[in-house]
């Protein structure tokens, strides 16, 4: 059961929020990424070998560390979005979203009545396993949960303004390495051209009064995007950084 969802609390205020990924299924990993300081992590059920149980314990792991757990679902489906917020998970982030009807589909599975059709149960860990009023359950998660839609492709930039459309997504998220493929540079991420897409992009999202979210695992990115007005950043992955820090400890070894 959501407490208190202290990221959705931040970004309202017009904060600046970073947040990492986490594909390695290990609490442990979370739990370390968690009391760094991170706002947030994610949980990374669509490129990650992360099951819903281990899933749950890596929800566990952020939350004694006042750090928000998001899980990406491995597709826009209702089961996968259910069973995500079920074992917990303050929100979902959402891929591939190129349409109005994938927005829809999306927010119908994350809300419960009488915004979506998310399924009810409230004997699960989201539900606080026997809650004494499931009407008052079923409206703080509405309130508390956050919706995360990740646009990475041509059709949805297309549809950009109307998938923003609804009060109910909290962040809309660009998949850069997925747009760098779109716009024929895959993986130049550092590229002009998708620089100015991205700030584009941006300035859409920003007239429509909704939360932008980006990845970067490049430091003067990370600063580029907090000049730009990207409020909800992710920094590079677990597996990332450990691997990026064993490699200069080894570099450094073999010079000696």
Known sequence: MIKNNVLKEKLHKGEKVLGTWCILPSASTVNVLA???????????????????????????AEVENCTPLI???RNDEADILR?????????????IETVADRENAIRAIKYHPI???GLSPFTRAGGYD???????AEKANTKTMSVLIVEGQEGVKNLEKIMDD?????????????????DMP???????????????VARAQ?????????TADMKMLRWFKEIGIQFITYSLDSTELCRTFKKIKSEFSSW
């Open 131 to 137: 809650p004494e009023d499931t009407s008052k359950h």
């Open 187 to 201: 993986g130049q991420l550092d590229n002009p051209k998708l620089k100015n897409f991205v700030k584009d992009c």
């Open 35 to 61: 009391a760094s300081g991170m706002d947030f992590i994610i949980i990374d059920m669509e490129h990650g070998p992360i099951s819903f149980e281990t899933a749950e314990n890596m929800v566990r792991a």
């Open 84 to 96: 995500a917020l079920d074992v917990g998970a303050h929100g979902v982030v959402v891929p591939h």
């Open 72 to 74: 990406r679902v491995p």
């Open 116 to 118: 979506g059709e998310r």
């Open 207 to 215: 007239k429509k009064k909704v939360t932008v979210g980006a990845f």
């Open 167 to 183: 009060s109910n997504v909290d962040v809309v998220y660009f998949g850069l390495c997925d747009l760098s493929q779109a716009l």
